[in-house]
């Protein structure tokens, strides 16, 4: 592969549209959901993934669930998608603003990430 193959392999994959939406994180057993607006919604579960089963995750009450039930005790689901019109376009406000219609939907979510 020459130098300008590689620059536009790499061009295109920054310019992609990347899937969407709001996450969720829910522990089968006490049917609790936690939500996330997400940019890059295979990233964002892979990274919740890597920090829960390294103990680092920021929220103590999903970290202290995982700890109990493990990941088999887990669902990760995408509640709601969003479709990308311009990779360059900043889609956080309308995540955000989705993730709030799915918090008032569920009494039992809380945010993932404060």
């Not at 006490?30 to 995750?57: C, I, M, W, Y």
Request: net charge negative; glycine share 6%; charged share 35%.
């Amino acid at each position: 592969m020459d130098k300008a193959q590689k620059k536009e392999l790499v061009e295109a994959y920054k310019n992609r549209c990347r899937e969407m939406g709001v996450i969720a994180l829910r522990c089968t057993a006490t049917s609790e959901s936690f939500l996330g607006a997400s940019q890059d919604v295979p990233a964002d579960f892979n990274s919740a993934r890597a920090k829960l089963d390294l103990g680092g995750h920021p929220n103590k009450k999903l970290s202290a669930l995982w700890e109990r039930y493990g990941e088999e005790g887990f669902e990760f689901i995408v509640l709601e998608s969003l479709e990308c019109e311009d990779p360059a376009e900043d889609y956080r406000a309308d995540l955000e603003e989705l993730r709030e219609l799915c918090l008032a939907a569920d009494p039992k979510a809380e945010k993932i990430w404060r």
